[in-house]
């Protein structure tokens, strides 16, 4: 696993090369306008791809974190014989940073990319089409998290440094989603400690804690 430690994620110094460049080009040729709107594209590539020192606080052993940034939408019961007994879903959008954080130590047990869509979560193929990856956490204690990323409208795709096997940290860089929905699936040996509509922050809001 790569750990990012530039203040720029490095999925996003393509864009802004890019429109430097173009704002070169454009001041040389002495075209306002355009001049203007590269600028803007600029400041607007280094506000969604910033990579920020998050601290991590001082919780109770067993302890989840939030992996993103974002409004929590919804916590919902699952059916009781899943594996899984809670599902709690997190909405990203461009104002967070889109940096992804391990919510807890673990070893990666099961990772799945998929490439695909990027539409609007609105449009009944979305979940089914959107690019997505999945991922199970494992800790020491044999308890496990599922972690599903699902890309919105974004310019974009969902980027993980993980493999299968991979240790994590609590806290560590992972990844990047700009503009997406992160579902996250606990077990029924979980308190979970978010309200609806709680505005979460990447390896600093609580999730909850494994009870046993």
Not at 88 to 94: C, G
Not at 171 to 176: D, M
Request: aromatic share 12%.
């Amino acid at each position: 696993m790569k750990n990012n430690l530039f203040p720029i994620a490095k999925d996003g110094w393509i864009y802004i090369a890019y429109a430097m460049g173009a704002f070169v080009i454009f001041s040389i040729l002495d075209l306002e306008f355009f001049q203007l709107i590269s600028f803007v594209a600029i400041v607007f590539f280094l506000f969604i791809f910033r990579n920020p020192e998050r601290e991590l606080p001082s919780f109770e052993e067993n302890q989840v974190l939030s992996p993103v940034d974002g409004e929590v939408l919804s916590i919902e019961s699952l059916n009781a014989s899943d594996e899984y007994a809670y599902k709690v879903l997190i909405n990203t959008t461009y104002k967070d940073v889109g940096i992804l954080r391990a919510p807890m130590n673990a070893s990666v047990y099961y990772l799945k990319k998929t490439k695909g869509t990027r539409l609007s979560l609105d449009t009944p193929l979305a979940h089914k089409t959107n690019e997505n990856v999945t991922i199970v956490l494992k800790d020491a204690n044999s308890n496990k998290i599922k972690l599903t990323h699902i890309l919105k409208q974004s310019l974009c795709g969902v980027s993980v440094d993980l493999e299968n096997e991979d240790r994590v940290l609590q806290s560590a860089r992972y990844g990047l989603m700009v503009n997406g929905i992160t579902e996250i699936y606990l077990p029924k040996n979980f308190r979970i400690s978010l309200v609806l509509g709680e505005e979460t922050t990447a390896s600093e809001s609580l999730i909850g804690y494994f009870t046993k």
